[in-house]
DNA sequence: CGCAGATTTGAATGCAATCAACACTGGTGG
DNA sequence: CCACCAGTGTTGATTGCATTCAAATCTGCG
């Protein structure tokens, strides 16, 4: 349990975090500095939670990189989202028991674990903390539709755009990114398996991508050249990210 | 408001819905019947909610056929889900508050409209059903990924095959399948725009399906031949819908 | 009956997968 | 320090699943 006064690092990237999607009241920031949290470190390409435990905490992601997976029947894998510091990518386990996928570090991560009865009790206590969590894991679904459909629909092209634009707009809603660029630490085959496409295809649009000036991407550090033409290009629109309008700017 | 004693119809197609996944005590179903419902009729192809609107109610179906969809651009849909009686398709819609896509039925439809202010109020009063319903979102949001990862990584055989089995074991949970058929009031060119297929490849991979001695399919009435094999052939398993175990088998 | 929507069939095309090498990179150990 | 190695990225050639285009049949219904 935190005693110091005022929030320590990890709190505060868990509440700016939220502050992106929803509106804090000093009470209701200060019982999240409560949350008790116990740390970890996670190395590159390890499970933090795997397909079919129960976990009895909830991992916030710390510093990092995180993403979420499945694999199905002969090894093919679906990565369904990544991310990034502040999340809680197994904020569901709160409700849902048993986890089935799996969610895995691809860069050196460092996570808190919080206690489910910690979590049940502040909700609990504080509705609107409640209705921030409960909305964080409907933005999770939210994306999860905007990649089914993108999967479903979009070309190889727009795909990979769309995702670059999700990324960057998250990370700049939480100031973890630069003017115009980011780390993205997956590698085109991961970048693949999350698209439905071969690491061969991605490799190709993405150079594309570059001939076509609208991002330079080498070894995970992604720089956007053209912001509009690249949205467009990605069918991007970033409303059903759900941010709070000054977090989309 | 309901004043009869008991439940009416209505109020128990949302309560045996919610007890396949999630269990209530007395106290919670008695204040789950007193939830006011206006109710509203839907023509087949009508939307019942759309994209951008910020609705002030939830729609719970009552009976009939729902789906939930995305339009590109370019006009190509992506439908996300299918819901059934007792679903509440919106339910996110209580904790955001923009609609990011449409929900429309597919079948005449009946459906409750449910005020979000009465809903808010009762998960408040009872953290159990408030427990229930956020389970319910989550779940849903597990459908989308589930089918992510079919969309993205298995065959359209493998896909038609698990769509089948889905609706088929939610169908059942609820008590709307017969032994071994249901009636699936979708097209082909719907079922299609599910799984990110062209409706042509849908017509032959059911045609393959039937040659197989998988399942009947004539006239959105499906007949089920060998439960097992189509398990099989669709890489299907349950487990992703959290249905209660005695609701399952 | 006639019509619109849905299903079915056939043929041609194309996007992306697969197979197979090869090049590059960073890290490790001899 | 350099050789080696595994993982990643890149390229080329081939294959194939699914799309697209087009037209024909079927179905239910006013």
Redesign the pocket.
């Known amino acids: 349990v935190n005693k110091s006064y005022g929030p320590t690092p990890e709190h505060s990237k868990l509440i700016r975090k939220l502050e992106t999607i929803a509106s804090l009241s000093e009470l209701e920031k200060e019982a999240l500095c409560k949350l008790p949290m116990r740390f970890r470190n996670v190395d590159e390409d390890t499970d933090i939670v795997r397909e079919g435990e129960t976990p009895s905490d909830c991992c916030m992601v710390v510093e990092g990189f995180v993403c979420r997976y499945k694999v199905l029947q002969k090894g093919q894998r679906q990565i369904m989202s990544f991310h990034i510091a502040g999340d809680i990518p197994d904020l569901q386990s709160l409700h849902l028991e048993v986890m089935d996928h799996s969610i895995g570090a691809k860069a050196p991560t460092r996570v808190a674990m919080i206690p489910h009865a910690a979590l049940n009790e502040l909700t609990l206590k504080f509705p609107g903390v409640m209705a921030a969590f409960w909305r964080d894991t409907l933005i999770d679904a939210a994306v999860f539709r905007e990649w089914l459909a993108g999967v479903g629909r979009r ?3 727009q795909r990979i755009a769309h995702v670059i634009c999700e990324v960057f707009v998250r990370m700049r809603a939480v100031g973890l990114a630069k003017e115009d660029s980011f780390e993205l630490p997956v ?3 991961e970048l ?1 398996d999350s698209l ?6 991605v ?2 649009v ?2 594309d991508l570059r001939k076509d000036e609208l991002i330079t991407m080498r ?2 550090f992604v720089r956007i050249l053209d912001w509009d033409r690249l949205q467009i290009a990605g069918d991007f629109q970033p409303d059903y990210l759900h941010l709070r309008r000054d977090r989309v700017a």
Chains 1, 2 share one sequence.
Do not use: E, F, M, Y
């Open positions: 070309t190889a092209h590698t085109q085959a693949g439905g496409l071969s690491t061969v295809h490799n190709r993405l150079q070894s995970k």
